[in-house]
């Protein structure tokens, strides 16, 4: 138990065995919730849990008996911001937990759940750790809050480095180590240093990365971009409204319409384009071989709003940038605004005040900024993009933009900042990360330089420029000048070196960008233009040229220090407003897809089971319920459509299916109530909770339904007969006069297109041209038997043959051994006829080599299937292989010992290699088959 020794260590040698694993479950579903397009690899997982152990020790160190004692302590010890939501959250998993155990097992409370096992937690928790008799389960309750919180804090941050590295999209223990490093409130809360890190992937070019790379790039960058925007509106302006609390309403709305303009409006365009590449991302990555799905289609995303000129609420924002700059700085100088600003503003965050005054009015230039941006990327794609449709898309939007790029030419002439000026502009830089070797170089021109690579620390440089430095607090002595280099981890302090020596720099101080703190001073007769940052026992008082100039510091160093702060400011703002607009659906007596899931009823689930995509494993359930899961709106599950359009057809018939999605489809508009109904139409105002509701909901679930037609398209078009595509096209013909689905209607119109072209001819071209034949002794046709024809050929064709049968056998066939029914012939074609045709060879080898005249004959008869059967395998036929070696290893062939007797050594060799393969439940066979690269065609009979 606890101990005036030190907290208790739940992973210790003893205690491993009793508590290893027991969060496993909880961080996978907390990861799914945070990061519900990411996966999290089993190495991760583990670091974890290990972390979140450490915070309960911690928790339990203070021996709590009560919820409150739990929550005091949490207040006292955590970051101010951090303890406040991880208290808040902890308070609403506790009134969930009571109102589930009141309401009895399988109910669901309003507020949020908890993931964490509490009734398996709380007995070893109470008797072995914190030695009571006794204990409140909202204690343990409360406390697995708090280290939930925490568990999905550092999961979000994590998934949010791996997005914005463009790597994988899993994190990796080592993503979740590079997350801690880079945040302040993680690396104080856990009392450790920034640890080196060893980062294999950087940030490139995009001139160096392949087209998929990019798209994803260029996804990254929006919902960045998209982020920015909601900070802008969510924290800031509410913040000045908060200011305008004494001002009358319309002088209040009046300020802040002058002060963000238009922000709004380009928030939702920014929103939708974001929606729309994630549509297509989606689509890209379900839609398996066929020809429009090599790339990601991304031109018709811009080319649709550039020729609608949405893209012209960027004009709009220009035009009023300079006004609200200039009413932003009036605003926040009025006195009675400067004394909120600096009781107010540090209970939101810490550097907050700073962030108001130095962020914001650079946060503000961002749309200019990136607007920029879409002209130079839709112009790049023009030239890059392989698909031609996408090129064709990409020159229309640039064509589009160009009226609006000569508009905002003028109008930003002198916004823009200078050449070599972009890094500090923004709250967030957005660019090519800078390379090993870019940090290595830079490195080898700092000396001393004696503590751990650049290079295993940082994976940015941002900036760099001259700032005149005080040491200490007196200002009697000359101030130097410094040199700085600004990383994403590290603040270099350096010395010019005297020209000719080979090292340019000296180094005088360097400080940790997340242990640094950062403050504002006020001009006075010592110097002007000054802030200071202060590390541990270090304080730097540093001094800009100009005010022009330290707003720019002043605005990357506030950036830098809060940005983990913003991220959970952010985060925690977005799930209040959901609180306060929860997601409404359809009333289930109006649309049978939204029924509540109660388990065992009328779904099932596989019991701590997680598929590869990080989602839970079905296991049965309702019609309505599989097609709902089929396409959720949480979340896309790739596995579970293939699996399902492979085994549907046991328990539904296509038609009935068809009809269901297009059901899925029509989704009826949630009830309301007659107040509400009232006061939107007296008042005008929109709606929250159906703004929430169709981005929410409608969007992704007729994505969705789309992408689940698309992919039974083209890999199951059989179930198409003729009144089914009549059906289908019908429906897509709908959906033409809707923007957003009116480009995935065509292309699945198109597969229905080249699926009718392929029922006429359906040749498949092979990337290599044909071999010549191999004639052995005859050339004439009616000459050609075992005998004549060259062993080679007599392989080729044979494999060519059965790679044909092997490509028509469709995946339903396969299910619930079809082949065995009474409509076999009807359900199971394609495999009866390979069945008949591999019993046909066996037979036929068996015949020919026991209807021999004599044991010469035999002996070469058998010697030349032996050879086929060899070159079989070199042709990875392993199902010509199993025909041939079959026979020769049946009763009337294998007793046959003298014909065997005297057989080459190569093909002996050759024989035993084949009945290796075939031993032990074709074990070896099995391992061959997934090391061997295609094509082949696999034994049939192993899949019967």
Same mark, same amino acid.
């Given at each position: 138990?606890?101990?005036?020794?030190?907290?208790?260590?739940?992973?210790?040698?003893?205690?491993?065995?009793?508590?290893?694993?027991?969060?496993?479950?909880?961080?996978?579903?907390?990861?799914?919730?945070?990061?519900?397009?990411?996966?999290?690899?089993?190495?991760?997982?583990?670091?974890?849990?290990?972390?979140?152990?450490?915070?309960?020790?911690?928790?339990?160190?203070?021996?709590?008996?009560?919820?409150?004692?739990?929550?005091?302590?949490?207040?006292?010890?955590?970051?101010?911001?951090?303890?406040?939501?991880?208290?808040?959250?902890?308070?609403?998993?506790?009134?969930?937990?009571?109102?589930?155990?009141?309401?009895?097992?399988?109910?669901?409370?309003?507020?949020?759940?908890?993931?964490?096992?509490?009734?398996?937690?709380?007995?070893?928790?109470?008797?072995?750790?914190?030695?009571?008799?006794?204990?409140?389960?909202?204690?343990?309750?409360?406390?697995?809050?708090?280290?939930?919180?925490?568990?999905?804090?550092?999961?979000?941050?994590?998934?949010?480095?791996?997005?914005?590295?463009?790597?994988?999209?899993?994190?990796?223990?080592?993503?979740?180590?590079?997350?801690?490093?880079?945040?302040?409130?993680?690396?104080?809360?856990?009392?450790?240093?920034?640890?080196?890190?060893?980062?294999?992937?950087?940030?490139?070019?995009?001139?160096?990365?392949?087209?998929?790379?990019?798209?994803?790039?260029?996804?990254?960058?929006?919902?960045?971009?998209?982020?920015?925007?909601?900070?802008?509106?969510?924290?800031?302006?509410?913040?000045?409204?908060?200011?305008?609390?004494?001002?009358?309403?319309?002088?209040?709305?009046?300020?802040?319409?002058?002060?963000?303009?238009?922000?709004?409006?380009?928030?939702?365009?920014?929103?939708?384009?974001?929606?729309?590449?994630?549509?297509?991302?989606?689509?890209?990555?379900?839609?398996?071989?066929?020809?429009?799905?090599?790339?990601?289609?991304?031109?018709?995303?811009?080319?649709?709003?550039?020729?609608?000129?949405?893209?012209?609420?960027?004009?709009?924002?220009?035009?009023?940038?300079?006004?609200?700059?200039?009413?932003?700085?009036?605003?926040?100088?009025?006195?009675?605004?400067?004394?909120?600003?600096?009781?107010?503003?540090?209970?939101?965050?810490?550097?907050?005040?700073?962030?108001?005054?130095?962020?914001?009015?650079?946060?503000?230039?961002?749309?200019?900024?990136?607007?920029?941006?879409?002209?130079?990327?839709?112009?790049?794609?023009?030239? &890059?993009?392989?698909?031609?449709?996408?090129?064709?898309?990409?020159?229309?939007?640039? &064509?589009?933009?160009?009226?609006?790029?000569?508009?905002?030419?003028?109008?930003?002439?002198?916004?823009?900042?200078?050449?070599?000026?972009?890094?500090?502009?923004?709250?967030?830089?957005?660019?090519?990360?800078?390379?090993?070797?870019?940090?290595?170089?830079?490195?080898?021109?700092?000396?001393?330089?004696?503590?751990?690579?650049?290079?295993?620390?940082?994976?940015?440089?941002?900036?760099?420029?001259?700032?005149?430095?005080?040491?200490?607090?007196?200002?009697?002595? &000359?101030?130097?000048?410094?040199?700085?280099?600004?990383?994403?981890?590290?603040?270099?302090?350096?010395?010019?070196?005297?020209?000719?020596?080979?090292?340019?720099?000296?180094?005088?101080?360097?400080?940790?960008?997340?242990?640094?703190?950062?403050?504002?001073?006020?001009?006075?007769?010592?110097?002007?233009?000054?802030?200071?940052?202060?590390?541990?026992?270090?304080?730097?008082?540093?001094?800009?040229?100009?005010?022009?100039?330290?707003?720019?510091?002043?605005?990357?160093?506030?950036?830098?220090?809060?940005?983990?702060?913003?991220?959970?400011?952010?985060?925690?703002?977005?799930?209040?407003?959901?609180?306060?607009?929860?997601?409404?659906?359809?009333?289930?007596?109006?649309?049978?897809?939204?029924?509540?899931?109660?388990?065992?009823?009328?779904?099932?689930?596989?019991?701590?089971?997680?598929?590869?995509?990080?989602?839970?494993?079905?296991?049965?359930?309702?019609?309505?319920?599989?097609?709902?899961?089929?396409?959720?709106?949480?979340?896309?599950?790739?596995?579970?459509?293939?699996?399902?359009?492979?085994?549907?057809?046991?328990?539904?018939?296509?038609?009935?299916?068809?009809?269901?999605?297009?059901?899925?489809?029509?989704?009826?508009?949630?009830?309301?109530?007659?107040?509400?109904?009232?006061?939107?139409?007296?008042?005008?105002?929109?709606?929250?909770?159906?703004?929430?509701?169709? &981005?929410?909901?409608?969007?992704?679930?007729?994505?969705?339904?789309?992408?689940?037609?698309?992919?039974?398209?083209?890999?199951?078009?059989?179930?198409?007969?003729?009144?089914?595509?009549?059906?289908?096209?019908?429906?897509?013909?709908?959906?033409?006069?809707?923007?957003?689905?009116?480009?995935?209607?065509?292309?699945?119109?198109?597969?229905?297109?080249?699926?009718?072209?392929?029922?006429?001819?359906?040749?498949?071209?092979?990337?290599?041209?044909?071999?010549?034949?191999?004639?052995?002794?005859?050339?004439?046709?009616?000459?050609?038997?075992?005998?004549?024809?060259?062993?080679?050929?007599?392989?080729?064709?044979?494999?060519?043959?059965?790679?044909?049968?092997?490509?028509?056998?469709?995946?339903?066939?396969?299910?619930?051994?079809?082949?065995?029914?009474?409509?076999?012939?009807?359900?199971?074609?394609?495999?009866?006829?390979?069945?008949?045709?591999?019993?046909?060879?066996?037979?036929?080898?068996?015949?020919?080599?026991?209807?021999?005249?004599?044991?010469?004959? +035999?002996?070469?008869?058998?010697? +030349?299937?032996?050879?086929?059967?060899?070159?079989?395998?070199?042709?990875?036929?392993?199902?010509?292989?199993?025909?041939?070696?079959?026979?020769?290893?049946?009763?009337?062939?294998?007793?046959?010992?003298?014909?065997?007797?005297?057989?080459?050594?190569?093909?002996?060799?050759?024989?035993?290699?084949?009945?290796?393969?075939?031993?032990?439940?074709?074990?070896?066979?099995?391992?061959?088959?997934?090391?061997?690269?295609?094509?082949?065609?696999?034994?049939?009979?192993?899949?019967?």
């Amino acid at each position: 138990m606890t101990t005036a020794n030190g907290p208790y260590q739940f992973l210790s040698e003893e205690n491993a065995p009793k508590w290893r694993d027991m969060f496993t479950d909880a961080i996978h579903r907390v990861a799914r919730e945070v990061q519900p397009s990411l996966l999290v690899d089993q190495d991760a997982v583990r670091f974890v849990e290990e972390l979140l152990y450490k915070i309960l020790a911690i928790l339990c160190a203070m021996r709590p008996r009560t919820v409150q004692d739990v929550e005091d302590y949490v207040t006292k010890t955590f970051d101010p911001q951090v303890g406040k939501w991880a208290n808040k959250e902890a308070r609403e998993v506790v009134e969930s937990y009571v109102a589930s155990k009141q309401r009895g097992r399988g109910s669901h409370a309003q507020s949020k759940p908890l993931n964490m096992p509490v009734d398996r937690v709380h007995p070893p928790l109470c008797r072995d750790v914190l030695g009571y008799r006794t204990m409140e389960p909202t204690v343990t309750c409360y406390m697995l809050g708090i280290v939930e919180y925490m568990g999905a804090d550092i999961l979000k941050l994590a998934g949010n480095y791996v997005r914005n590295s463009r790597q994988a999209a899993v994190i990796s223990s080592e993503a979740v180590r590079v997350a801690m490093n880079a945040d302040k409130v993680l690396l104080d809360f856990f009392d450790q240093d920034a640890q080196p890190l060893r980062i294999e992937e950087k940030w490139t070019d995009r001139a160096h990365m392949s087209y998929d790379e990019l798209v994803k790039d260029v996804l990254a960058d929006e919902a960045q971009y998209t982020r920015d925007l909601a900070l802008i509106l969510k924290v800031f302006q509410k913040f000045l409204e908060e200011c305008c609390d004494t001002v009358a309403k319309d002088e209040k709305d009046e300020i802040m319409e002058d002060i963000f303009g238009n922000v709004q409006s380009v928030e939702n365009m920014a929103t939708q384009l974001l929606g729309s590449i994630e549509d297509s991302l989606e689509m890209f990555g379900e839609s398996g071989d066929s020809e429009d799905s090599k790339v990601p289609l991304i031109g018709a995303c811009f080319a649709e709003p550039a020729l609608d000129w949405e893209f012209s609420v960027y004009e709009s924002f220009a035009e009023g940038y300079r006004q609200a700059q200039d009413r932003l700085q009036e605003f926040l100088s009025r006195p009675e605004v400067v004394a909120y600003v600096k009781t107010s503003a540090n209970s939101v965050c810490t550097n907050f005040k700073e962030a108001v005054y130095y962020v914001l009015p650079k946060l503000l230039l961002e749309p200019i900024l990136h607007c920029f941006q879409y002209f130079d990327l839709t112009e790049y794609f023009c030239k &890059t993009s392989p698909d031609t449709s996408d090129r064709t898309c990409f020159s229309e939007a640039h &064509t589009a933009l160009i009226a609006l790029k000569g508009s905002m030419d003028k109008l930003c002439r002198d916004i823009l900042p200078k050449p070599g000026h972009e890094q500090v502009i923004g709250y967030r830089r957005r660019g090519p990360r800078a390379t090993i070797e870019q940090l290595n170089e830079l490195q080898r021109s700092i000396e001393p330089w004696d503590d751990t690579d650049i290079a295993a620390m940082c994976s940015e440089i941002l900036h760099e420029g001259d700032l005149n430095v005080h040491r200490g607090k007196g200002f009697n002595k &000359t101030p130097t000048e410094r040199h700085i280099f600004v990383l994403d981890s590290l603040l270099i302090f350096c010395k010019a070196n005297a020209g000719g020596r080979k090292i340019e720099f000296r180094l005088k101080e360097k400080f940790n960008v997340r242990r640094m703190d950062l403050n504002d001073l006020e001009d006075c007769e010592e110097y002007r233009n000054a802030f200071e940052v202060v590390d541990n026992q270090k304080r730097l008082v540093l001094v800009a040229k100009t005010e022009a100039d330290k707003r720019e510091w002043m605005a990357l160093l506030t950036g830098l220090t809060t940005k983990g702060t913003f991220d959970r400011l952010l985060d925690s703002t977005i799930r209040d407003e959901q609180r306060r607009v929860p997601l409404r659906l359809p009333n289930p007596s109006d649309y049978n897809f939204a029924a509540e899931d109660v388990e065992g009823v009328n779904i099932m689930f596989e019991d701590g089971a997680i598929s590869t995509t990080g989602v839970p494993l079905v296991k049965g359930g309702t019609l309505h319920k599989l097609v709902e899961r089929l396409t959720y709106h949480k979340f896309a599950d790739p596995g579970f459509v293939r699996i399902f359009l492979t085994t549907y057809r046991s328990f539904c018939d296509p038609p009935r299916f068809l009809s269901l999605l297009v059901e899925r489809f029509r989704i009826p508009t949630p009830p309301t109530t007659k107040e509400e109904e009232e006061e939107f139409l007296l008042g005008g105002k929109s709606r929250p909770w159906m703004r929430r509701f169709r &981005t929410e909901y409608v969007q992704p679930v007729q994505l969705r339904v789309m992408n689940v037609l698309r992919h039974w398209v083209e890999h199951h078009s059989y179930d198409f007969d003729e009144d089914m595509e009549a059906t289908l096209r019908e429906f897509l013909n709908e959906l033409h006069g809707k923007p957003r689905m009116r480009k995935w209607s065509e292309s699945i119109e198109r597969l229905l297109d080249r699926r009718g072209q392929a029922n006429i001819q359906q040749p498949h071209v092979f990337d290599v041209e044909p071999m010549p034949l191999e004639y052995h002794i005859a050339r004439e046709p009616n000459e050609l038997n075992i005998y004549t024809l060259h062993p080679v050929e007599m392989a080729r064709q044979l494999t060519l043959m059965e790679s044909e049968m092997y490509r028509a056998v469709r995946p339903s066939e396969l299910v619930g051994s079809k082949w065995t029914c009474d409509d076999k012939e009807t359900l199971s074609p394609n495999v009866l006829r390979f069945i008949r045709h591999s019993t046909n060879i066996t037979s036929w080898v068996n015949c020919t080599i026991v209807e021999t005249e004599n044991m010469d004959e +035999r002996r070469v008869v058998a010697q +030349r299937f032996i050879e086929i059967m060899a070159t079989l395998m070199e042709m990875n036929n392993f199902n010509g292989m199993i025909e041939i070696l079959s026979a020769l290893n049946s009763s009337a062939v294998h007793r046959l010992d003298y014909t065997f007797m005297e057989l080459p050594r190569r093909l002996e060799q050759a024989k035993a290699s084949a009945n290796e393969l075939a031993a032990n439940h074709m074990k070896k066979y099995k391992e061959k088959l997934k090391a061997i690269n295609p094509p082949c065609v696999p034994f049939m009979g192993d899949y019967l």
